[in-house]
T-cell receptor, first 115, second 111 residues
Framework: EAQVTQNPRYLITVTGKKLTVTCSQN?????MSWYRQDPGLGLRQIYY???????DKGDVPEGYKVSRKEKRNFPLILESPSPNQTSLYFC??????????????FGPGTRLTVL | RKEVEQDPGPFNVPEGATVAFNCTYSNSASQSFFWYRQDCRKEPKLLMS???SGNEDGRFTAQLNRASQYISLLIRDSKLSDSATYLC????????????FGGGTRLMVKP
């Protein structure tokens, strides 16, 4: 089944404890992206990747890191989580972004609470 | 001011009603537009793209007005299963950082 998977789905952690949220897609998509969703603010892009070893900042990259060593995986790393990073996180992928738009497929989301 | 703005609702409508949502965008360089649907605590899924000439997909009609910078979604003959949050999305005219999401409009269809 074609899908985007994220792990963990739920995580409660404490301030400063490094964590990684994994994202994997099995559709051979070039483009992958991370978003966070907060009430009243909608989805905001954190980082994106156009292809392997190519990553760039989105709208709200502070406090996050990403890597794209393989096409299928795009982990999100919080080196020192803080309470303002409590949010619902979505990973998304699409075949490519140019020349025309291809639908972005979203993972099921990771609900993160930082105490 | 947010780049893509929507009325958060909720819109409470009876089954069978017609309901319309509007969305405004501020970045005149936005190239294309979409409506995504998000069920409670689930991931967003593409509902439909929005074309300049307007487009229809079954009970759903999307319109784009570039001069006034707004997008609309019309749902006819509402079903209970239409209850969800509808996200207005604009595609930016630059590399990579492609999609800007509105905050969403919540629709609740009642029996």
């Amino acid at each position: 089944e074609a899908q985007v998977t994220q792990n963990p789905r739920y995580l409660i952690t404490v301030t400063g404890k490094k964590l990684t949220v994994t994202c994997s897609q099995n559709m051979n998509h070039e483009y992958m992206s991370w978003y966070r969703q907060d009430p009243g603010l909608g989805l905001r892009q954190i980082y994106y990747s156009m292809n392997v070893e190519v990553t760039d900042k989105g709208d709200v990259p502070e406090g996050y890191k990403v890597s794209r060593k393989e096409k299928r995986n795009f982990p999100l790393i919080l080196e020192s989580p803080s309470p303002n990073q409590t949010s619902l996180y979505f990973c998304a992928s699409s075949l490519e972004l140019r020349p025309s738009y291809n639908e972005q497929f979203f993972g099921p989301g990771t609900r993160l609470t930082v105490l | 001011r947010k780049e893509v703005e929507q009325d958060p609702g909720p819109f409470n409508v009876p089954e069978g009603a017609t309901v319309a949502f509007n969305c405004t965008y501020s970045n005149s360089a936005s190239q294309s537009f979409f409506w995504y649907r998000q069920d409670c605590r689930k991931e967003p899924k593409l509902l439909m793209s929005v074309y300049s000439s307007g487009n229809e997909d079954g009970r759903f009609t999307a319109q784009l007005n570039r001069a006034s910078q707004y997008i609309s979604l019309l749902i006819r003959d509402s079903k209970l299963s239409d209850s969800a949050t509808y996200l207005c999305v604009a595609r930016r005219n630059n590399a990579g950082n492609m999609l800007t999401f509105g905050g969403g409009t919540r629709l609740m269809v009642k029996p």
